[in-house]
């Protein structure tokens, strides 16, 4: 199957931008690694939501060659953010980072979110990873937590993905996309469910924008050029969710010129 094509990455006459979104589940980067930033790199994303980044022993060094692999650099996140990673392409001006640790539930692991506010052409932009409880409660309460956390980011506009251990008639995801656009929903393209990745069954996996953010197309990209079944299956144990978005043009912070990830 090839598919319908998505939008590439642009900017726009009046300053708006094109821009692709990618939300991925790496399961801790214990499967094929080739595969995973093959899989990245033919979806020419401008950002990278990462779900189960590694976490533990020389967790920066995997998840820098994840990024170096895939031709992206390490926004944010990581074992900082309890495993949410976000990645993003030299297109995309850093103004500020934050992970953010999510209330722990005694025996249950623990959550965060990796954000950032960034600028790709004349646009401001929110950015949030997130991977939600597989506890119903604590999952609907960190859906809550996930729409208070891009209000508090400050900015007009912002996309959120994850894995959210929910499908789409679940509390969590319904709370979600009842504040924000489903993107999957608002304009469907490619593949729907997410997991497993042979033989998918549920879609757990998720883009969501503000509204005023124009979605141009959302789902798994099977069948795009590049995008091989056989890496899509060997890359991790979900398949990745990819968005193409128009973000409106905005003034950024006066006076300032953001640097890029990883200058000092």
């Avoid at 953010?81 to 976000?86: F, K, W």
């Avoid at 506010?117 to 604590?138: F, M």
């Avoid at 309460?141 to 996309?159: F, K, M, N, T």
């Avoid at 050029?225 to 990819?242: I, K, N, Q, S």
């Amino acid at each position: 199957m090839v598919l319908t094509p998505l939008p590439d990455s642009r900017t726009e006459p009046d300053g708006s931008a094109v821009i692709r979104v990618l939300s991925y589940n790496v399961r801790s980067m214990h499967d094929d690694t080739a595969a995973l930033a093959r899989v990245v790199r033919a979806c020419a994303p401008d950002l990278v939501l990462v779900q189960e980044a590694p976490r533990f022993f020389r967790w920066r060094k995997a998840a820098a060659g994840l990024a170096r692999n895939s031709g992206l650099v390490v926004l944010s996140g990581g074992a900082t953010a309890a495993g949410p990673l976000l990645l993003c392409s030299l297109r995309v001006a850093v103004e500020r980072t934050e992970d953010v640790l999510l209330p722990l539930t005694p025996g249950l692991h623990r959550r965060g979110f990796a954000t950032a506010v960034v600028r790709i052409a004349g646009t401001r932009l929110g950015v949030l990873s997130c991977h939600l409880s597989l506890q119903r409660d604590e999952r609907l309460a960190q859906a809550d937590l996930l729409v208070e956390r891009l209000a508090a980011i400050g900015v007009e506009h912002a996309v959120a993905g994850g894995d959210l251990n929910d499908v789409p008639t679940g509390k969590a995801f319904r709370h979600l996309a009842r504040k924000l656009q489903d993107c999957r929903a608002v304009s469907p393209w490619g593949g729907e469910l997410t997991f497993p990745p042979d033989g998918p069954r549920k879609r757990i996996d998720a883009v969501f924008a503000t509204p005023g953010i124009e979605v141009l197309g959302c789902g798994v990209p099977t069948g795009l050029p590049g995008v091989r079944g056989e890496d899509l299956r060997a890359a991790t144990d979900h398949l990745p969710v990819l968005a193409a978005l128009r973000v409106p043009a905005g003034a950024g912070p006066p006076h300032t010129t953001a640097p890029r990830p990883g200058s000092p």
